[in-house]
């Protein structure tokens, strides 16, 4: 389909007469069968795709799953495929110059549902002179639902002005009758739908970016950046008890790692029982995530092992990657227990009791009513 050139938001209770008011006794109308789409867009749980500067869709309908990347500005289509399933892994696909470009920007992700969009498009030709085809408009009428399908809605009507070669003139006219009735779509459908769903791009980042006040307490800065942590800790929970990628795993344990290490780093901001007693707590989460890890990353190399030895040599590895899938699945078991337990939950809501709470007027640490600023640089100076 050739790429909308126009997009305008049709207002709430328009019908399809009112758009035609304007260019009534000029031009005649000639509607086509309607036609319905239903897309699923997909991206990783750390925005990968739309931070290259794309978005994926899968449609469905007739033989196969249609996979397009586009550009996320423009709509420009970057790739296409036919799928028998919904991707995931890179690998998934079948081999192609899609499969080679998105590789290096998904690595070891998994693509998976953000939202789908149910949308009813109807072709309307606008006819000229001798009942000639000289402006195409396209209406979609679409809603929203969300992957668990607990959210859902309608997106309004939105229109697309379609030019025909050979009738600039009439294209151009037609524009500024709808123009001068509608108002331009401000946001991409994409951007509707994931902000209906209370998705903001980039929601996510294992990335630190904290902005903190150099003259603030100490102990009251500290929290905010072991929140900051907690937070990134939690978002991966459900992805690492269910296996959904590596990288869930690998984001909870760096969160767990920078806990510790801010806890022994920070010094003299908290009580001392408190620095220890989480100390144990996050070191003991650590020694639960740590034999899945191992897995990973054993499996992960493999390939890479693999090519590293003589062409004749290389099945020989492949009974090491049954023992290490063996061995995944019997650790990925007790992580998904351990992560579910009483103790997990109870070191977590603790912790983010503690990191709530006010910080006290009269501290009983040396450094807690310090500035920021000055902890941080006799730190950084020694």
């Not at 994926?56 to 420009?76: D, V, Y």
């Not at 693999?306 to 995944?328: N, V």
Request: hydrophobic letters at 35%; proline letters at 5%.
């Amino acid at each position: 389909m050739t790429r909308p050139i126009t997009e305008l938001q049709v207002l709430d209770g328009m019908t399809l007469e009112d758009l035609k008011t304007p260019l009534n006794g000029d031009y005649s109308f000639a509607a086509e069968r309607e036609r319905h789409l239903e897309r699923t867009f997909l991206e990783t749980f750390d925005w990968r795709v739309y931070q290259a500067g794309g978005i994926i869709e899968a449609t469905f309908g007739g033989p196969g799953i249609e996979l397009s990347w586009r550009k996320r500005k423009n709509g420009m289509l970057l790739h296409r495929a036919m799928l028998d399933d919904p991707p995931g892994f890179v690998e998934d696909m079948p081999p192609g110059t899609f499969r080679d470009n998105l590789s290096p920007v998904l690595e070891m992700r998994k693509l998976l549902p953000l939202v789908r969009i149910e949308t009813s498009q109807q072709m309307l030709r606008v006819l000229g002179d001798e009942e000639k085809t000289v402006v195409r408009v396209e209406l979609e009428r679409s809603r929203y639902i969300s992957p668990d399908g607990e959210q859902s809605g309608e997106l309004g009507m939105r229109i697309h002005l379609l030019p025909v070669r050979g009738y600039d003139a009439d294209f151009d006219r037609v524009s500024r009758a709808f123009q001068e009735l509608l108002d331009p779509a401000d946001t991409t459908l994409f951007d509707s739908a994931v902000q209906a769903i209370g998705r903001v791009p980039r929601d996510y980042s294992s990335k630190l970016n904290f902005r903190l006040d150099p003259g603030e307490r100490c102990d009251r800065t500290t929290k905010v950046i072991h929140l900051g942590l907690l937070r990134t800790l939690e978002a991966n929970i459900d992805g690492s008890r269910n296996n959904v990628d590596s990288v869930f795993l690998h984001d909870l344990r760096v969160a767990t790692r920078r806990t510790r290490s801010a806890l022994t780093q920070i010094r003299e901001v908290f009580p001392s029982e408190v620095v220890e007693r989480f100390k144990d707590g996050f070191a003991w989460v650590g020694q639960i995530t740590g034999p899945t890890r191992d897995m990973d990353v054993y499996l992960l190399a493999l390939d890479e092992y693999k090519a590293g030895l003589p062409s004749m040599l290389r099945e020989e590895l492949e009974p090491l990657r049954d023992f290490l899938e063996t061995h995944h699945i019997t650790e990925q078991k007790t992580l998904a227990r351990k992560l579910g337990s009483s103790q997990f939950r109870k070191l977590l809501k603790e912790w983010r009791t503690f990191l709530e709470a006010p910080v006290p007027e009269q501290p009983t640490a040396a450094n807690a009513a310090r500035t920021a600023k000055a902890v941080a640089d006799e730190r950084i100076w020694k």
